[in-house]
């Protein structure tokens, strides 16, 4: 009953405010707007519902300290994806092709937001960490690495390979993320940075969503194995290898700090029938 007293609320805060600012993305500055507003206002139901169903103070969206988590998270975000991308461009599968659009890199400025921030409450601030209560970290990390890339196979051109890519790379790196240093802060900047960065900088295509128009026209070409096709550069074999490395990295500084919750007996027993 915790789980749906959480899930529901953050859940239709993210319908709605994904509608509407999937409604206005023909104007930049209306999807940066109502992107941030969907951000802003997850966080604040979030908080309320845990404090409402769990009696206790939010502390893993904590204000203090939020600005330069993001930030952290945002960086290496976008440095994975630089990585990626250039492996790709050393292969001959993606070059610039000219300038893009500074205005199209603000609307996704905004998209991102709202997806990173709403999908990070979900998967991450509810999913993962009720779970991890019940079973353990390293089952919560498995379990809702794999929902959160099945999530993906509603998105268009998404194939079964790139789910798969998802949840390995992102399900579980996002998790491990939020492992190691107990704030939905810095997964939420990775999520984001990794976003923005391949829509809003490279120009390419976001699980499958379709092309996108950021700072950088990016052509992408060759074949699908190594590019990731239509479902873009996440289902490139490189996404998954950075994505895996980080996780164990993310892995060792969660178990460093002790933070690793063990396996439960209860979900051994269970796992054993």
């Not at 991308?85 to 599968?93: D, F, P, T, Y």
């Not at 205005?103 to 601030?125: C, I, P, Y």
């Not at 789910?163 to 579980?172: K, L, P, Q, R, Y």
Request: charged residues 10%.
């Amino acid at each position: 009953m915790r789980l749906l007293k959480q899930l529901v609320p953050v859940a239709l805060v993210a319908f709605i405010g994904g509608t509407i600012v999937g409604a206005v993305q023909g104007s930049p500055f209306l999807t940066l707007l109502m992107g941030v507003a969907t951000a802003v206002l997850a966080v604040l139901v979030y908080a309320r519902v845990v404090r409402w169903s769990e009696r206790r103070a939010p502390v893993e969206v904590a204000a203090r300290g939020a600005a330069r988590a993001i930030a952290r998270g945002a960086l290496i975000g976008v440095a994975m994806f630089a990585a990626v991308i250039l492996n790709i461009a050393l292969v001959g599968g993606y070059r610039i092709d000219g300038q893009g659009s500074p205005a199209g890199a603000l609307g996704v400025l905004g998209f991102m937001a709202a997806a990173a921030v709403t999908e990070e409450l979900l998967f991450r601030g509810i999913l993962f960490r009720i779970v991890e209560e019940r079973t353990g970290t390293w089952v919560a990390l498995a379990l809702t690495g794999l929902l959160f890339g099945l999530s993906h196979l509603f998105n268009p051109h998404a194939d079964l390979w790139g789910a798969i890519a998802i949840a390995i790379e992102a399900g579980g790196m996002l998790a491990a993320a939020y492992a190691a240093t107990r704030t939905l802060w810095v997964p939420i900047g990775v999520h984001f940075g990794w976003n923005f960065a391949a829509a809003g900088i490279f120009g390419t295509e976001v699980s499958g969503n379709g092309a996108t128009q950021g700072l950088l026209h990016g052509v992408t070409s060759g074949p699908a194995l190594l590019t990731g096709g239509q479902f873009g550069p996440e289902a490139s074999p490189y996404a998954v290898v950075f994505g895996l490395l980080l996780t164990a990295v993310f892995m060792w500084l969660a178990r460093r700090r002790g933070n690793v919750v063990p396996l439960r007996r209860r979900a051994t027993a269970t796992l054993a029938q």
